[in-house]
Every structure is written in structure tokens, then in C-alpha cells.
T-cell receptor, first 110, second 119 residues
Framework: LAKTTQPISMDSYEGQEVNITCSHN???????ITWYQQFPSQGPRFIIQ???TKVTNEVASLFIPADRKSSTLSLPRVSLSDTAVYYC???????????FGAGTRLFVKA | GAVVSQHPSWVICKSGTSVKIECRSL??????MFWYRQFPKQSLMLMAT?????????EQGVEKDKFLINHASLTLSTLTVTSAHPEDSSFYIC???????????????FGEGSRLTVL
């Protein structure tokens, strides 16, 4: 299983764009990169998933360089409600075990 | 997206009693479910992988006789904390992978979590 490294915490202000980078140096060929968001006392919620280049959905963008050894979750114009812990996970379709890293605590200030 | 529901969302029990937590996949079949434990300000810790129709696979350091997992159907997995003690107080979360909806990219769907407090 590829290990991931993220910043422990980040601060931002409302309306700003936030970029959270995750390192996964030993990512395997079959691995996908998935980001989850977790609010206190709730289960994690899927944000976005990608394999290479760029993926965008209604809430975020995911940038993955050619070597795939890192990825960046981009949250456009964050609001106070985006204050949460964000987890980067790496795994393949055949590997059913999912190990969470420490995650990044994002604080959005008014 | 797929929905996973946990019950109860919170439970308080006396030390020495057993508590059962249910995890249901409401609109899909889940051959594999996962159980996690999360302490305050910490990440999710994988406890075990629950496989439908077979024994669960426990992570190192997790007592299988204390945390009984049953996955009797494709939509239900249960975690029973036996002889609970205050140190078992935690937030327990289940998740499931969607099977049979095209390519499986490993996306997990999580339950709402169950907070256990042992007095």
C-alpha cells in the first residue's frame, strides 16, 4: 500500500483558493488517488478521485503530475463550512484494504 | 452516490456489557465492508475487513474475540464490542466498496459513524 504524506494543518480565509498537496512516492501503476473530507463526528465523504493529469468536479479539482508521486487537491473559493480534515488515499482496484494517513486539518477563517 | 447507514449513531453502556453496531449498504451490494475506530483528533484506524460469508480479517493488534464482526448478507455487517471497557470508548465507522457498478476504482462510501461511550 502506498504511504501518503500531507501537511498536518492549513489555514485559509473565506473566498480563497486552497491547495493541499499529498506525497505518495511509492504509488503503484494500478493505484488511484482519492480524496475524502471529514467533519467532526461524521464519516468521511468522497470528494474526488483521479489517476493522472487533472480531474474536476463540482466541488474540487485534482492535479496529478506525470510521475504521479504527488497530487494536489484544489478547493476554489473556500467557505467556513469547508473547515474539515482532508485525507488523501492511494490504492488499486484489487486492493481492498484502505489505510488512512494523518490527514490535513483545514481551518477556514472569516 | 451509494448510501451506507450505521446504527446506532451513539450509544452509552456500562462497563462489562456488549454493544452491537450495524452497518448497512442501502442501495447496493457490498461484498466487503471495513470497520474503523477513531479517537479524538486522530485519523481513522482500520480495525478489520469484513467479507460477506466468511471470517473477517483483523489488523494487527485488534482483538478478534473482543471485536466480533459478522457479515451475513451483502447489505449488512455488524460489529459487536464484547465486554466493553472505558478504553473502548471511541467513534466507530464502517465503509463499503461498491461492487458491480462498472469499473471499481476503490471508492469507499462511509457510514455516519457510531459513538460509543463506556461508563
Amino acid at each position: 500500500l502506498a504511504k501518503t504524506t500531507q501537511p498536518i494543518s492549513m489555514d485559509s480565509y473565506e473566498g480563497q483558493e486552497v491547495n493541499i498537496t499529498c506525497s505518495h512516492n511509492n504509488i503503484a501503476t494500478n493505484d488511484y488517488i482519492t480524496w475524502y473530507q471529514q467533519f467532526p463526528s461524521q464519516g468521511p465523504r468522497f470528494i474526488i478521485q483521479g489517476y493522472k493529469t487533472k480531474v474536476t468536479n463540482e466541488v474540487a479539482s485534482l492535479f496529478i503530475p506525470a510521475d504521479r508521486k504527488s497530487s494536489t487537491l484544489s478547493l476554489p473559493r473556500v467557505s467556513l463550512s469547508d473547515t474539515a480534515v482532508y485525507y488523501c488515499l492511494v490504492g488499486d482496484t484489487g486492493g481492498f484494504k484502505t489505510i488512512f494517513g494523518a490527514g490535513t486539518r483545514l481551518f477556514v477563517k472569516a | 452516490g451509494a448510501v451506507v447507514s450505521q446504527h446506532p449513531s451513539w450509544v452509552i453502556c456500562k462497563s462489562g456489557t456488549s454493544v452491537k453496531i450495524e452497518c448497512r449498504s442501502l442501495d447496493f451490494q457490498a461484498t466487503t465492508m471495513f470497520w474503523y475506530r477513531q479517537f479524538p483528533k486522530q485519523s481513522l484506524m482500520l480495525m478489520a475487513t469484513s467479507n460477506e460469508g466468511s471470517k473477517a480479517t483483523y489488523e494487527q493488534g485488534v482483538e478478534k474475540d473482543k471485536f466480533l464482526i459478522n457479515h451475513a448478507s451483502l447489505t449488512l455487517s455488524t460489529l459487536t464490542v464484547t465486554s466493553a471497557h472505558p478504553e473502548d470508548s471511541s467513534f466507530y465507522i464502517c465503509s463499503a466498496r461498491v461492487v458491480g457498478r462498472g469499473k471499481d476504482t476503490g471508492e469507499l462510501f462511509f457510514g455516519e459513524g457510531s459513538r460509543l461511550t463506556v461508563l
